[in-house]
């Protein structure tokens, strides 16, 4: 049953990430706004995990910069944006002192900053709105198909655990299936937009990238499951929310993005993913 609710929660989330995909080819900004709202949502999450989303002080700065800050990146540099939120922080600590300790300060700090940083590399790379749903695609179907490959491979074959004392149930095993499948599915992601979105006569694709990107992003995925994992056993969590039935909060399905996006950007910026095929 349990696997049942996850296979229909998982669906609905694919109908609606491909909805999205569909505004945002013609209207970028819109992920910016998607994006802004999943990061607010799971902030929250991240905040209530130590029942600090009902401490105003430090609630409110934090889902607000979450908030923003996918649509900001299309208009402005984000530094002054992030300077002012840590300077907002610390500053709350001098009036609020006797009701907001330096630890739960730095605890919102640092996860509002990880989590905002790693949805807003996914809007950065649609700024000027060329191959949108490319990158959303990749930032997304690398590590999650990573994770799934990892489960079933793990399931089946499992023997040697990974990390017993913070994930017990991820294995060696399941990790370098999780390598392989992330590896393959970068490539067929390259494969399916060259062949059926764009038109393999009209875009370069570069497959080795891609399975660059496969490798290094699943092996990055599962750093950021255990560390997201490590946070939830310290506040003595099972989920970070029920949001999305089967799986748990939005942060539990999108910890890994968060720390994969980032190097997909960076592959963006400095390398070639895609880009138009040159007519000779």
């Not at 499992?158 to 992330?182: D, Q, W, Y």
């Not at 067929?188 to 062949?195: H, R, T």
Request: aromatic letters at 12%.
């Amino acid at each position: 049953m349990k696997m049942k609710v996850r296979i229909i929660s998982a669906a609905v989330g694919i109908v609606l990430v491909i909805g999205v995909l569909f505004v945002a080819e013609m209207f970028p900004i819109f992920i910016g706004i998607i994006l802004g709202l999943v990061n607010a949502i799971m902030t929250g999450e991240y905040l209530s995990a130590k029942k600090l989303h009902r401490k105003y002080m430090i609630s409110i700065p934090c889902i607000a910069l979450s908030l923003v800050t996918p649509v900001l990146v299309f208009y402005m540099n984000l530094m002054v944006v992030m300077y002012a939120f840590a300077l907002i922080m610390m500053i709350s600590l001098i009036f609020y002192h006797d009701h907001l300790s330096y630890d739960d300060t730095a605890f919102a700090i640092v996860g509002t900053l990880l989590i905002t940083c790693g949805m807003t590399s996914i809007s950065a790379m649609c700024v000027g709105g060329q191959y949108t749903s490319f990158y959303v695609v990749i930032c997304l179907c690398v590590p999650w198909l990573s994770d799934a490959g990892a489960y079933f491979t793990g399931t089946f074959l499992g023997k040697h655990k990974l990390c017993p004392n913070i994930s017990p149930k991820k294995t060696v095993e399941g990790a370098v299936g999780g390598i392989i499948f992330g590896m393959l599915s970068g490539i067929v992601a390259g494969m399916i937009f060259s062949s059926f979105i764009y038109g393999a006569d009209k875009v370069y694709i570069n497959y080795g990238g891609l399975a660059l990107i496969g490798i290094l992003n699943s092996v990055i995925a599962i750093l950021g499951d255990l560390c997201f994992s490590l946070i939830k056993r310290s506040c003595s969590i099972k989920d970070y929310g029920t949001i999305m039935p089967g799986h748990g909060g939005l942060l539990d399905r999108f910890d890994s993005v968060i720390f994969t996006a980032p190097l997909v950007y960076l592959f963006c910026r400095y390398a070639v993913l895609i880009a138009p095929a040159v007519s000779i």
